[in-house]
Structure formats: C-alpha cells, structure tokens
C-alpha cells in the first residue's frame, strides 16, 4: 500500500481495514486489503 507501518495500524484500530492479532503482531488477508483499495478508490478527473 506504500503507507507507514503507524498508518496501517490506524485503520486497523479504527476498523476500516480487517486484521486479526495473534500475539502482538497483526494478519491481514489479501482479499480484505483489497477490498479496503477498491472501496477507497478515488478517481483524479
């Protein structure tokens, strides 16, 4: 996503990208990281 580690961690913990904490790291799936792109998605005119 080219972002900050702190960045990724902000969407995690406000929700908008999905992840699951085991131990203290975090996972996230492709297909949420995806779908958090495509929902995001802002076309420049």
Not at 20 to 34: A, P, S
């Amino acid at each position: 996503m080219r972002v900050s580690n702190m960045t990724v961690y902000r969407l995690i913990k406000s929700g908008s990208l999905k992840a699951v904490q085991v131990g203290n790291r975090y996972r996230v799936k492709e297909e949420d990281v995806h779908q958090y792109l495509d929902d995001h998605y802002v076309r420049a005119v």
